[in-house]
């Protein structure tokens, strides 16, 4: 059940707007601390680009990466529900639901992900990505007005994917 909500949500193809969404966009940023483990981790991000794959598929592994991902903060079981709960208010306001994903996503995922980050060695590239995520939301907040995301991008998907094997097998 809980899937085939997330994936009510992640197959439509819905336009993000309002204050949170440059943050989001630039929080997002968070995933080139992949590249600190040096020239294998191009290897998933080849091969998940390069598999053909059906957009009922993707979806799909979309759905189970970003469970998974998220539960190296919270444990399966609150990703779980965070999941739930996101999809749950997504049918009823899909903006709504946007708001709670920034909210979890800018105030505990990204800043999680880059205390991983550092504590596993890798402080320099931690420190620039945090500013760097810093300076580009600015750029976003003071040009963007109107930003959007396009949260069921393909593409978009693809990178999450990627960025979740890399965690798996480069983290672990």
Request: with cysteine; aromatic share 14%; glycine share 6%.
């Amino acid at each position: 059940m809980v899937f085939q909500l997330l994936l009510l949500v992640v197959n439509s193809m819905f336009l993000f707007e309002g204050p949170t969404a440059p943050l989001v966009a630039a929080a997002s940023l968070h995933g080139i601390t992949d590249f600190g483990f040096g020239p294998k981790v191009f290897i998933p991000y080849a091969v998940g680009f390069a598999i053909p794959a059906t957009k009922q598929e993707l979806d799909m592994t979309f759905a189970i990466a970003s469970i998974h991902h998220f539960s190296r903060d919270i444990g399966y079981n609150k990703s779980l529900l965070l999941h739930l709960l996101l999809s749950s208010v997504a049918i009823i306001d899909i903006n709504a639901s946007f708001i709670i994903f920034s909210l979890y996503y800018c105030g505990f995922h990204v800043p999680f992900h880059l205390c991983r980050t550092f504590k596993n060695g890798n402080r320099e590239l931690s420190l620039i990505t945090t500013f760097l995520i810093l300076i580009v939301y600015k750029i976003f907040e003071i040009y963007l007005f109107d930003c959007q995301l396009n949260i069921g991008d393909r593409y978009i998907e693809r990178l999450v994917i990627c960025h979740v094997v890399s965690d798996i097998i480069f983290n672990d």
